[in-house]
């Protein structure tokens, strides 16, 4: 396994904040060049506070963490403090955090490492809104064919939307940033809730966190207890979506994924179905395939990692 340079950006969320902790116990196959932080499941202020929080609670003090952008490019900001809490990491109560963020706005960072990297080794890693990703892709179009890969949390088909009847709350929040990055001809691998709501935290996974024993077990435990009654009471889920952690676990064992390559669309006309990920999964248009949109996993093979990993830290 090549070891990648990835960019984290994030809107944390205690989902956010459990593949930041993957990301950052698996140096073997994931260089983190910095994390940048977008608004999303709270309030900008909130989610770079949340960010410093988590880098603390692994130990990375070092970690260079960028603020981003604070709303999306057109639309209000949509926040889900109904999932998330009023703080965005509610569950543990961890210390307020010492670690200062980076002069360089996000935007700036993502646009400068691009530069500066050698082309086609960075992927970045939207975990949030793509506010942060299309501003950069908008700012300095060159930097587009620089990136080696996305692999982002977000979209639904088959199971539909969670934040309305048919869009998942990353790409709601944003679309016009989500239609810039689809239509960037990237190669773009897509964890949808397709997936990511086959990656539940049941009661024996969340006592496996416990177990550890360790302040990052017993938080991701908390952390897991608390962000699983929203989809608990919506879905009658058996525990807690770990919509964000695919995407790092995809980037340490692809393996544990199964997709399609096919088209994805993003809506961004019809109120109706803002924010849609229309995925031609039976490839009825010949629209490009734009996309590898991941429909399964090896839930066993991803709690056994995640839960290895995170006794590292
Ligand atoms: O719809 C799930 C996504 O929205 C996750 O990334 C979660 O953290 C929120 O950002
Ligand atoms: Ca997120």
Redesign the pocket.
């Known amino acids: 396994m090549v070891k990648r340079k990835v960019i984290i950006d994030?809107?944390?969320?205690?989902?956010?904040a459990v593949a930041i902790l993957l990301a950052l116990a698996s140096p073997e196959e994931i260089e983190v060049l910095g994390i940048t932080v977008v608004a999303?499941?709270v309030p900008l202020d909130l989610t770079v506070k949340n960010s410093l929080t988590i880098c603390e609670l692994a130990g990375a003090f070092d970690m260079p963490v960028y603020a981003g952008c604070h709303k999306p490019l057109q639309r209000r900001l949509i926040t889900?403090e109904h999932?998330?809490g009023k703080t965005g990491l509610d569950g543990p109560s961890l210390p307020e955090p010492k670690m200062q963020i980076q002069a360089e706005h996000a935007v700036d960072f993502i646009i400068n490492t691009l530069r500066a990297e050698t082309n086609k080794t960075v992927t970045l890693c939207p975990?949030?809104?793509l506010t942060n990703i299309a501003s950069a892709f908008l700012k300095a179009p060159d930097i587009i064919e620089k990136v080696q890969q996305i692999v982002l949390?977000?979209g639904?088909y088959f199971e539909v939307g969670?934040?309305t009847p048919t869009a998942?709350?990353?790409i709601y929040?944003d679309p016009e940033a989500a239609d810039i990055v689809f239509k960037s001809n990237l190669d773009i691998t897509v964890l949808p809730?397709d997936v990511?709501h086959k990656a539940l935290v049941t009661k024996a996974r969340n006592d496996a966190f416990r177990a550890l024993g360790t302040p990052v077990g017993v938080a991701v435990a908390q952390m897991t207890d608390f962000f699983e009654r929203f989809d608990k009471e919506k879905y009658g889920s058996a525990g807690a979506?770990l919509?964000?952690p695919c995407v790092t676990a995809y980037l340490i064992n692809p393996d544990l994924f199964v997709g399609r390559h096919i088209n994805v669309m993003v809506e961004t006309a019809s109120e109706l179905t803002m924010g849609m990920t229309v995925a031609d999964w039976w490839g009825v248009t010949d629209r490009p395939k734009n996309a590898l949109f991941i429909g399964d996993l090896d839930s066993e093979g991803f709690f056994k990692l995640l839960t290895e990993r995170l006794a590292r830290l």
Do not use: K, S, Y
């Open positions: 994030t809107d944390p969320g205690q989902d956010d999303g499941n889900a999932v998330h975990l949030g809104p949390m977000g639904a969670n934040i998942e709350f990353n929040v809730l990511t979506p919509h964000d």
